[in-house]
């Protein structure tokens, strides 16, 4: 049967058809939405896991113990998980242990534009990368079979255009795998990676990399579409699909599995065609690779940009310096609204960010929602690298200032993030006499991935209850001596408890309590007035509202007067649909104009 699916749906579909009975994950756009769709199947045991090494680590398990495991990420998240996968390499599986690693180029939702092609040549493991959901489901399938055929661990690659483009997919049924359960103790030099095993498993490693190149040479998916000689194109996944759909005439070498390359396809290639272009988003993988088999490419990242993702257009005008013409469209571009980057309307986030900007402090932060605190008007935090980074760069700033970084700095991270990848910091600094207050925003959700549950929500992934962490017994195991909880959507308790704990000469930590996520599904804050609502006779005109930055704030022109006879320019006004009530514009005004509405 046919049905149209999401590439990341699609991904799910193939694990699941493939017999997967484990798959782990840690969410990051754009590979969210497969766990999801797995946890779906009720034949597959699904987890959110804590980081995507964790995740990596419980799919290796099973993948030891005879099943078949998968583990997804976004490309970032291998950073974080490389230091087990590398070593899997060498290790081997039993069942199909298959990684999916989603790339992000244009960085629509990350912090770089890593190009996880590297991982592969790096890891000594095969790389199989698809075009559409078809290929989606259909590579995932075969990666496990590649898996078990050659013991290793199998990276499959997607994109953000591939992982959330909808397209037909042909459903089939689920196959178990063959592998038999157990865990098998004659196997410990096989898997003990101490040096001396290392260094068999190293020529392993080798001879397994040489098989692959022969295999890749048959791969399937591997195809030549010989058509006019004259241009052959070498390109993969949707770098294939943007350079067909521009130049069907051309001749095409189109890569299924990316690692390792087939050499005797490519060199037949290049017999069959006089010139070859290499087409590919990001790095010039394919293209270093070729050149150093000794072939000349004709084009390359000579005229296709080696920055952001590929689109038609972009491979159009840069192989022929053709002008692009926008397709028409009713309204005029500059007519449409635009809609900067913000937090949602009552978000607690933005009530601690405006008193962290009030107390003048240099914010160290970290990823999730909060980060849009960087934004205007709020300005609020200053850097931010990568999970967890926030707590280790304002302990570094402190150990640099000295006394100097006492009531300047602070690190702020949300709930999801700290047990991602911000204990081991806060550790270091409790342990190395650090100065920095670490503020954990707990919005019970993690968040902008699409309010996925963790440790801390109480829930699992199939909405079962849980154990919930208690980050304040947490910490304190950390070592933590000054741990105070506030409620960010009271600003004078929250000015006096950040400004008191920042200008401590020891760690503290500040754990922002009833701010659940304005999106959650399970739980909302319930505020004590539906929505608030501006007098006009009152209202100035100083814009003091404004710097909140709430989407249901906006400024009204036109002059007037107020109620004590002073001259205005303009208002502000509250849209009712948009405000829920949190009432943090009511404590920031000094003339008492923003007043609860009446329901």
Known sequence: MKKVLQGNEAIARGAWEAGVTVAAAYPGTPSSEILAEIAKYPEIDAEWSPNEKVAVEVAAGAAFAGTRAMACMKHVGMNVASDAFMTLSYAGVKGGLVVVVADDPFAHSSQNEQDSRNWARFAKVPMLEPGDAQECKDFTKVAFDISEQFDTPVLVKGTTRISHADSLVEEGERKASSMPLGLDRSEIPKHVMVPVNVRVARRVVEKRMRDLEAYADTFPANRMEINDPAVGVIAAGAAYMYAKE????YSYLKLGMVWPLPKKLIADFFKKV???IVVEELDPFFETEIKALGYKIFH???????????SPEIVERSLLGAKYKAPKIRADVDDIPKRPANMCPGCSHRALFYTLKKLGLYVFGDIGCYSLAAAPPLQAMHMNLCMGAGIGLAYGAG?????EAVGKVCAVIGDSTFLHAGIPPLMDTVYNKGYATTIILDNRI?????????PGTGFTIKGEPANMIDYGQLVKALGVKHVSTVDPYNLKETFETVKTETERDEASVIITENGPCMLHRREKRRFPHPYYSIEVEKCTGCKTCLQLGCPAISWVGGEGVTKKGKKRKGIVSINRLQCPGCGVCAQVCKFESIVPGKA
């Open 446 to 454: 993690t968040g902008m991935t699409g309010l996925q549950e963790h």
């Open 399 to 403: 150990k640099a200032l000295g006394a």
């Open 274 to 276: 006089k010139k070859v």
């Open 246 to 249: 521009v130049f069907p005439q």
């Open 300 to 310: 390359g990242k000579d005229l296709i940009p080696n920055i952001y993702e590929l």
